[in-house]
């Protein structure tokens, strides 16, 4: 019989995966983890074959990075050799994206079918949160009445500096001015 110290708690796939903090944001659209076997820093990143069992199980047909070793070879290459895209887009630890890396990012998610998408970064939030975030924005401006995105949301996404705060608020105010624009231009017309 073992002692509760010596047992260890059942692992989650996505643990055992190395893509810690795995989760559906948008289900079977995007979601967001860490890089695979993350520990502590943006280097740690390390592609084995049960992160690419993992990701074949979710369906995931494409990855953006954000790791600020996001061109990494070896993860380049296992990702091709399993047939999931890739987008690199390096950021530092603790910095965001900015709207060239959301344009980027949005353009890549649509052209490999806007759906089975995992962002990661190092640890699981900040970077892949703000990204996740602003595809979600990228996708509401795109309906007829686009919901509008609070600090409520981005908390629950893992929005982590007050720079990713505001070029969210800036992105979501871009997407806005566009929309307004093009019914102004809409209306015009008639």
């Known amino acids: 019989m073992s002692s509760p110290s010596s047992s260890k708690a059942p692992q989650a796939p996505y643990d055992l995966a190395g893509l810690h903090r795995f ?29 690419i069992t993992f990701l074949k199980r979710q369906g995931i047909k494409h990855v953006i990075s954000l790791n600020a070793e996001a061109h990494d070879a070896v993860i380049q290459r296992a990702l091709r050799k399993a047939n999931i895209h890739y987008t690199p887009l390096p950021i530092e630890d ?19 079918g806007s759906a089975h998408t995992l962002v990661w970064c190092g640890f699981g939030y900040g970077r892949s949160g703000t990204l996740a975030v602003a595809l979600l924005m990228y996708l509401e401006h795109h309906k007829p009445q686009p919901r509008t995105f609070q600090e ?14 505001l070029i969210l608020n800036r992105l979501q105010a871009e997407l806005r001015r566009q929309r307004s624009k093009l019914r102004k231009k809409v209306t015009s017309k008639h």
Do not use: G
């Not at 280097?43 to 084995?48: F, L």
């Not at 910095?95 to 490999?112: G, I, K």
């Not at 981005?154 to 982590?160: A, I, K, T």
């Open 152 to 165: 409520a949301d981005y908390e629950r996404y893992h929005v982590e500096t007050k720079e990713q705060i």
């Open 23 to 51: 989760e559906w944001i948008l289900p079977r659209v995007i979601a967001r983890s860490s890089a695979p076997f993350y520990r502590c820093n943006d280097a740690d990143q390390d592609i084995r074959p049960q992160t």
């Open 94 to 112: 603790f910095e965001s994206p900015d709207f060239t890396d959301f344009n980027t990012a949005f353009e890549a998610f649509r052209l490999h």
